[in-house]
């Protein structure tokens, strides 16, 4: 299909030529790649430290670009989210993607109603297949960062029908650097 054969080449290309600095695939394609899905998605983030817009790469295939910076501060966060990347090789092409505690954090943040249920689905999996293999000090570090405490309560809900001790590592982590929310 010519979409498989070339979507993946010309991501890279892209974001070569049209980003300034280094970049990872992030969000829900960073979580299906960690879990070995090398489908073409609908909609692609990647995350980098300079552009913000969405971007049609091919047909109905569109790259979502995405920057982390503090609020209250000027400076930018990509440094830090950038160091919990891994590579990942798909059809002899590489790719800098979201480490799978990050992939976990990006994908909870913000789903549309028509993914939620989805991203609910592969974050259970997950946390029921590899649970004792996941970093708890890693999720501290995000918060620590001031950033992705909507997702860290939406992980402490999905963790609470699966596993309590793991649910429990997690309030602690959201009564320590965090808050909850209802």
């Given at each position: 299909m010519?979409?498989?054969?070339?979507?993946?080449?010309?991501?890279?290309?892209?974001?070569?030529?049209?980003?300034?600095?280094t970049?990872?695939?992030?969000?829900?394609?960073?979580?299906?790649?960690?879990?070995?899905?090398?489908?073409?998605?609908?909609?692609?983030?990647?995350?980098?430290?300079?552009?913000?817009?969405?971007?049609?790469?091919?047909?109905?295939?569109?790259?979502?670009?995405?920057?982390?910076?503090?609020?209250?501060?000027?400076?930018?966060?990509?440094?830090?989210?950038?160091?919990?990347?891994?590579?990942?090789?798909?059809?002899?092409?590489?790719?800098?993607?979201?480490?799978?505690?990050?992939?976990?954090?990006?994908?909870?943040?913000?789903?549309?109603?028509?993914?939620q249920?989805?991203?609910?689905?592969?974050?259970?999996?997950?946390?029921?297949?590899?649970?004792?293999?996941?970093?708890?000090?890693?999720?501290?570090?995000?918060?620590?960062?001031?950033?992705?405490?909507?997702?860290?309560?939406?992980?402490?809900?999905?963790?609470?029908?699966?596993?309590?001790?793991?649910a429990?590592?997690i309030?602690?982590?959201?009564?320590?650097?965090?808050?909850?929310?209802?």
């Open positions: 010519i979409i498989e054969r070339f979507y993946r080449p010309l991501v890279k290309k892209h974001c070569c030529e049209y980003l300034s600095s970049w990872y695939i992030g969000g829900v394609k960073a979580l299906e790649l960690n879990l070995a899905s090398f489908d073409a998605p609908e909609e692609l983030l990647i995350v980098n430290q300079s552009k913000q817009s969405t971007e049609v790469l091919m047909f109905d295939k569109q790259i979502v670009f995405k920057t982390y910076s503090k609020a209250k501060e000027k400076g930018n966060l990509f440094g830090f989210f950038c160091k919990l990347t891994k590579k990942i090789t798909i059809h002899k092409t590489q790719f800098p993607v979201a480490c799978l505690e990050l992939a976990i954090l990006e994908s909870l943040y913000n789903p549309s109603m028509v993914s249920g989805y991203v609910d689905e592969l974050v259970k999996k997950v946390l029921r297949k590899q649970r004792k293999s996941l970093d708890t000090t890693l999720r501290a570090n995000i918060l620590k960062k001031n950033k992705h405490h909507t997702s860290i309560n939406r992980l402490y809900k999905l963790s609470k029908t699966l596993n309590e001790e793991l429990e590592k309030k602690a982590i959201i009564k320590k650097y965090g808050y909850f929310i209802n």
